[in-house]
């Protein structure tokens, strides 16, 4: 499955777990996943099968710590997705 289909399936649970608001920009959403992608290379697979409270966790995680000053972005303090891959 694409890296861009992956995102809207996280997007849409998202939205119907209510943690993210129909009215948000979904392109920048997108953009806050794909840095979170290169940086941590999420097993998004795995979280998409995730239990609600962690997959709350990342996407929330993701969302509340990138800084957005750079596409990609790299920086998101000391959060770490637990559905973070391997960085080889």
Partial sequence: MSHT?????????????????????????????????????????????ADDFNFVHDVCGIRNHIVRDNFPSHDFGYFVPRFAGDRT
């Avoid at 993210?20 to 840095?35: A, T």
């Fill in 5 to 49: 289909k992956q995102y809207e399936l996280i997007i849409e649970r998202a939205k119907d777990m209510r943690i993210i608001q129909m009215e948000e920009d979904l392109l920048s959403i997108m953009m806050d996943l794909e840095s979170a992608d290169e940086t941590f290379h999420v097993r998004w697979d795995d979280l998409l099968a």
